[in-house]
């Protein structure tokens, strides 16, 4: 192969989602492949994060604090496993 990259792309058994911020792009695919290998039930939980996650944002703060919204713990440490 030409280039390291290639290799190792070449070498990988999943899928590889581009990373670069552009998230809305590869949903239908990510929750294509959730249920493959977690099941119906990893999708309806993701989903569900996502919609607190949006909550937050949609919220102001007093609501925020009346219903104790809280956002999303995605790359924070001990985050919500879902498998």
């Not at 280039?3 to 989602?17: S, T």
């Not at 219903?67 to 924070?76: F, I, K, V």
Request: net charge positive.
């Amino acid at each position: 192969m030409k280039n390291r990259a290639a290799e190792i792309h070449f070498g990988l058994k999943h899928p590889v989602i581009d990373g670069d911020g552009h998230w809305l792009e590869p949903v239908p695919v990510f929750l294509e492949y959730l249920r493959e290998v977690g099941g119906a039930q990893s999708v309806d939980r993701m989903r569900a994060l996502w919609q607190r996650t949006h909550a937050w944002y949609r919220s102001t703060w007093s609501q925020r604090r009346h219903d104790r919204t809280r956002r999303s713990t995605a790359g924070r440490k001990n985050n919500v496993q879902l498998n």
